[in-house]
């Protein structure tokens, strides 16, 4: 004999997308049919913006009935699981390749992921921690940054990217950055592809080919980020005329020459060593390069400590940047004779030798004193060429006080230049600002510009008094 049920009524939400009616005799025939004993629990429907709210309601219709509440499902662990769910396969069965990268390459892929999913927006399904994906900026420099998944994978189905379904996972295992191609089983071949692909497709369109970068140390590699480059053109280095001819010969290997050179089988990549005590403009010298061939060359300005520790992997970083200019700054930390046998000097030897494995590849490194560096990096094949850029003569010291002067300045600026013999063209910036100091950009003369030069008022030293 039946037990009586008590009158109760059932009242869903309706926001228009659903009557109640249909809402519970969905819950009726779904969830809350008489289900024979042993027979499994019924499974819990999707039923979007109502959820919540019908769930309490077969809470309370099962109360009435006797019957367990059917549990949600739960939400996928991983990209695996929550892949397997869709294509109906078993977990282990999936095929995955994986790569592991860099950061600042791992968001580059990203960005070329963001591509396939910008060319099928209908298509793709998106999985992440929780459900949600997460995202980052990728920089691009110049005050612009572009949205790319960060930890998430994008599921690419049967037609849109490729014949058969497949997806990419970008993720962090165990701190690593990596990238991974998960295909259904069988797709080794497809996985592999996929990867090979996604490179292709940052190789074609790489948001940092043609900028200047900072070759950064951080999350125990080398990151690559835009910085913005301050513009120097040849009128703001006095040089000798020798000596850009060879900067210019330098630069056409990758120039005017580079055709010529592969036609007969050499490669593009050289090094250029500027030598030169401090102040002489070596590094102003590197930026004018840097600003002449940004744009068809991508410019990386390397950091000391990346110098030291993580060459290797910055020649690696730069692969699919197309023609390059590495700037090297002071290889004499990581390059001087006494270097021989540490780590880091042979893993910048490595390093040198590895740009001629790849064309395109111009490095250009300074250093105070060649004479204090290993034998072995200046031999041919790492540093062709080796420039001495020598301080100012007579003529290139008048030049730079010229420029660093006010033009209509009553000085004699070539017999003022005649009593700074050796100085460099830092010393020669440093007297014409402390005589613009002393006496104001109007009460410049002869006089006391010379006075300023020849008192050595202009160089560092410490200024005698007492402290507390």
């Keep these: 004999m039946s037990r009586p049920r008590p009158e109760r009524s059932l009242t869903l939400p309706d926001d228009g997308a659903a009557s109640a ?11 809350l049919s008489d289900i024979p004993r042993g027979a499994p629990e019924p499974v819990w429907p999707d039923f979007g913006d109502h959820d919540e709210a019908a769930r309490r309601a077969v809470a309370a219709v099962a109360a009435m009935l006797g019957r367990p509440v ?3 499902p739960k939400e996928p662990r991983s990209s695996a699981e929550w892949l397997a769910r869709r294509w109906e396969a078993d977990e282990s069965t999936l095929v995955n390749v994986s790569r592991d990268m860099s950061r600042t390459l791992q968001r580059l892929h990203a960005y070329a992921l963001q591509r396939w999913v910008d060319r099928h927006p209908d298509d793709v399904a998106v999985f992440g921690p929780g459900g949600a994906p997460q995202r980052a900026a990728l920089d691009l420099g110049n005050g612009t940054s572009v949205s790319v998944p960060s930890v998430a994978t994008v599921l690419f189905p049967a037609g849109s990217a490729y014949d058969t379904a497949v997806a990419v996972e970008v993720a962090y295992r165990y701190g690593q950055p990596t990238i991974t191609a998960f295909t259904p ?23 940092y080919r043609g900028g200047v970068l900072s070759a950064r140390s951080g999350n125990g590699t080398v990151d690559l980020m835009p910085v913005k480059h301050t513009v120097q053109v040849r009128g703001d280095v006095v040089l000798p005329a020798e000596l850009w001819r060879e900067v210019d010969l330098f630069c056409s290997s990758v120039t005017t020459r580079r ?91 490595d390093a040198l030798d590895g740009t001629r494995s790849s064309d395109d590849v111009l490095t250009v490194g300074t250093t105070n004193d060649p004479d204090s560096l290993d034998p072995a990096v200046k031999r041919p094949g790492r540093f062709d060429t080796i420039i001495e ?30 009593y700074l013999d050796g100085a460099t063209g830092a010393d020669l910036r440093e007297v014409a600002r402390r005589s613009i100091l002393e006496h104001g950009p109007d009460g410049l003369t002869t006089g006391r510009v010379a006075d300023v030069a020849t008192s050595g008022r202009w160089k560092p030293a410490p200024v005698a008094g007492n402290y507390l």
Excluded: N
């Excluded at 797709?187 to 074609?204: F, I, M, N, P, S």
């Design 21 to 31: 009616t249909d809402l519970a005799e969905t819950l009726t025939t779904a969830a």
């Design 389 to 418: 850029v020598p301080p100012p003569d007579q003529t290139g010291r008048t030049e730079i006080l010229r420029l660093f002067l006010p033009p209509d300045a009553p000085v004699d600026v070539d017999l003022v230049a005649s």
């Design 70 to 72: 059917p549990d949600r």
């Design 259 to 349: 055709d010529a050179l592969r036609a007969l089988g050499h490669t593009t990549s050289r090094g250029l060593l500027l030598a030169g005590k401090p102040g002489v403009g070596k590094t102003k010298l590197t930026r004018v390069i840097a600003t002449e061939l940004a744009g068809p060359l991508t410019v990386v300005l390397v950091t000391a400590e990346v110098l030291r520790t993580w060459m290797t992997e910055l020649y690696e970083e730069i692969r699919g940047l197309g023609p390059c200019l590495v700037v090297l700054e002071e290889i004499d930390s990581v390059a001087s004779k006494g270097s021989r046998g540490d780590t880091s000097f042979a893993e910048f030897l």
């Design 185 to 207: 089983p069988g797709g080794l071949a497809l996985a592999e592809r996929v990867l090979a692909d996604l490179a292709r497709t940052l190789e074609e369109d790489h948001p």
